[in-house]
Structure formats: structure tokens, C-alpha cells
């Protein structure tokens, strides 16, 4: 709930706040403040999201107070837990947690200090400069979408995954690890596809009266670290469960280390301006991916499948973005407009469902686990995309 309604107001808000901006812009004659306006919104989804995650909380708070209460009533041990244990134990546990955060968002402000710097040193006024670095926060607000869903996914293993390593059984361990990378690749391979090829119709789907051709670019660039990204995110929340704290922090120190370097080449040597930005961005990804993943398999010997997890996926990614593309491409000519973008990824989503299914990309015991299960399954089966069970 969090993560959606963050993704959804960053979005919005960031769109009307950019009209806003240019409105403003036009009477005070400052180019920036259509960008900044936008930029601005787009930090609105964090605290929305953050609200409502509180709200429901508190919700649960209430709703479940009553059996919390008799389940006090019935505690025969009498015991009180130090609050100054608890609360080190919170203390301990938030920490590590803070510190990847805050190395993940610190490459942000290293990005564009390192950006304006070197730019400027090469002649590009700081005004473009601006400019280009609101294109790229529009960049990461349709970025951080897949990823969101990438945080929760992870978030929501973390009990699991504590209690099967608490009881030392690794069967269930590793089903739960392979679970919740599985799921997590089967939303972010698709959506790397599709902002590769739909990357600037989605944009003007979005922000219909914005120049998106460099977002465009970026989006075709960044496709494959939206991947890595939604990776390293998932496998930072199995190694806290895991009790491997500080691991994340390390393994995003070194990438950051990484980042800061090639960022520098990509600029200074390449000179390939905001796209350096974007490409330094997967060096960062990629590291986390390799560290966490050899961090995971010392921790507990696992090692995950990537049939199911990572080829399958890709297949069904690339016809999908294929047929997509040529979706848009044949209604784009005729018709134009937003209609012809919402007609391409509704069939991106049909074909990507039907080809991963024909593949055995998911089993019919895995889609009853999904919320509305044997509705999905009594439809898959109508459509001969699941075979039939034989009993004999």
C-alpha cells in the first residue's frame, strides 16, 4: 500500500507541478522553475506513502486491539520486557538498514555535484544542466514504479525468512529466498522490456506536453539496471533476514566506490553527458547484485535457479516488447495520441502473461497462491494456457 500510493502520487504530483512550474515560469521568466516545480513533486510520493503506511498500521492497531488485550490476559509468565532492550534491539536492527539507505541516496547527490562540476568545467551552462538533471528526476519517478514493488516483495519475506532460519530449516529457507526473487524477476524483466520499447510513448503518455526524447533515451539505457536494481533491493532484504546486517552496507560502500569511479570516466573520457548518469547507475546495480549474491550463498548455500527466475522471463519480455512496439508503431500512425500508447501495453500484458504460461514460466500450484488464484486458473485453462491435470 506504501509503495503504491508512493509511486502514484510521485507521479501525479510531478506532472501537475511541472505545468504549475512552466505557468510560473513564463511570468517570471526563470526556465528552472518548471523542472524544480516538477522534481519537487516528485517527492511528494515519499511522504504520501509514508502517511499512509502509519494509518494502516494504526489501523491494524485498533482493529486488533480487543484479541491483543485477551491475549494479555492470558500471559501466565509475568514477566515485563526492558523497554532500554527493546528498544537497543530496534536501535541495532534500524541502523544498517539507515546506512544502505543512505549510501543508495547519497549517490544521488554525488551524481549531480559530480554532473554540474564536470559540465560546467566543459562549457554547459548551468541552466542546461538543470535541465537535463529534471529530465533524468523524471527518469527515476517512472523508474522507482517496478522498483517499489521490488522494496514490498522484499519487506514482506523478511518474517518468513527469519523464522525458517531461527529454526534452522533450510529446505524452507531457500524455498522462501527462491520465492521472492522469482516474483520479483517476473515483474521487473518484463518492465525493463517495456521501457526499452515503449520507453518515450510512456513518457508522453505521462507528460503529453514535455519534450521526452532524452527520457526516452535514458529509459532504453537504464532498462537493464532496473533488473539489477529490483535484485540488489530483494537480496539487501534476504540478508537482513538473514542477520547479515551490515553485508548490504559494505557490499553499497564498494559499489558506491565503483560508481563514483566509472561516473567519472563516463563524463570526463566518454564525455557522454546525463547518459554517464545512467550508466554508472548499472556498474552500481550490477556490484550489489554479484556481492549480495555471493553473500547469500556463504551465508546459507544458496543458489538460485535461473530457468524459471531469469530466462523464461526474458523470452516472454522480449516477444512481448516486440509486438508491443509494433502495436504502437502501426496505431501510432494512424490514430496517435495516448491511445495508441494504452492499446500497446495492454497488449504487452496479454502477450507477456500468455507466453510466460505457454513456456511453464508459472504452474497452476503457483497461481492459486495469488490473490483471486482459482479465478486466474479456471481462465488459463478456458484459454488452453495451463494443461490439464491426468489422473490415472
Known amino acids: 500500500i506504501e509503495q503504491l500510493l508512493n509511486a502514484i502520487v510521485s507521479v501525479v504530483s510531478a506532472a501537475v507541478l511541472l505545468e504549475n512550474g512552466k505557468q510560473m515560469a513564463k511570468v517570471q521568466g526563470n526556465n528552472l522553475l518548471g523542472p ?16 499512509i503506511g502509519l494509518l ?21 509468565s509475568k514477566e515485563l520486557d526492558d523497554y532500554r532492550a527493546i528498544f537497543k534491539i530496534l536501535i541495532l536492527t534500524i541502523a544498517p538498514i539507515i546506512l544502505s539507505t543512505t ?7 554525488i551524481d549531480s555535484a559530480m554532473f554540474n562540476k564536470i559540465m560546467g568545467a566543459q562549457g554547459t551552462s548551468e541552466a542546461v544542466c538543470a535541465e537535463l538533471l529534471g529530465k533524468l528526476g523524471q527518469y527515476y ?39 521472492v526473487i522469482r516474483y520479483t524477476m517476473l515483474i521487473a524483466i518484463p518492465s525493463a522490456f517495456g521501457f526499452f520499447a515503449l520507453g518515450q510513448p510512456i513518457m508522453d503518455f505521462l507528460w503529453p506536453n514535455v519534450d521526452n526524447v532524452t527520457q526516452g533515451i535514458m529509459l532504453k539505457i537504464g532498462a537493464i539496471s532496473l533488473v539489477f536494481y529490483s535484485l540488489s533491493t530483494v537480496t539487501n532484504t534476504v540478508l537482513q533476514g ?47 547484485c554479484i556481492m549480495n549474491a555471493h553473500d547469500i550463498r556463504e551465508a546459507c ?32 500512425t494512424f490514430i ?22 505457454k513456456m511453464g514460466g508459472m504452474s497452476e500450484k503457483e497461481l492459486l497462491g495469488l490473490p483471486k488464484g482459482h479465478q486466474i486458473v479456471i481462465v488459463c485453462k478456458k484459454c488452453h494456457l495451463l494443461k490439464e491435470r491426468r489422473y490415472y
Open 301 to 332: 548455500g544458496y543458489l538460485q535457479e535461473s530457468r524459471k527466475t531469469f530466462v523464461i522471463p526474458s523470452i516472454a519480455g522480449a516477444v512481448m516488447a516486440i509486438l508491443a512496439w509494433a502495436v504502437h508503431f502501426v496505431l501510432d
Open 141 to 179: 519517478t517512472l523508474f522507482n514504479v517496478p522498483l517499489a514493488v521490488a522494496s514490498a516483495l522484499g519487506s514482506s519475506v523478511i518474517p518468513g525468512l527469519v523464522s525458517a532460519a531461527e529454526n534452522h530449516d533450510r529446505r524452507l529457507l531457500h524455498n522462501r529466498i527462491y520465492t
Open 36 to 51: 524544480a516545480y516538477s522534481a519537487a513533486g516528485g517527492t511528494l510520493g515519499t511522504v504520501a506513502g509514508a502517511l
Open 56 to 76: 494502516f498500521l494504526l489501523f491494524c492497531y485498533v482493529a486488533f486491539r480487543k484479541p491483543m488485550m485477551r491475549q494479555m490476559k492470558r500471559d501466565t
Open 336 to 357: 496517435g495520441g495516448r491511445i495508441a500508447t494504452l492499446i500497446a501495453l495492454i497488449v504487452a500484458v496479454a502477450v507477456y502473461a500468455v507466453v510466460l504460461l
Open 242 to 288: 538473514l542477520d547479515r546486517m551490515m553485508e548490504p552496507v559494505k557490499n553499497a560502500m564498494v559499489s558506491l566506490i565503483l560508481h563514483i569511479v566509472s561516473l567519472f570516466i563516463m563524463l570526463v573520457m566518454f564525455k557522454w553527458g546525463i547518459y554517464a548518469l545512467i550508466g554508472s547507475k548499472i556498474v552500481f546495480s550490477l556490484c550489489m
Open 103 to 109: 549510501i543508495y541516496n547519497s549517490a544521488n547527490v
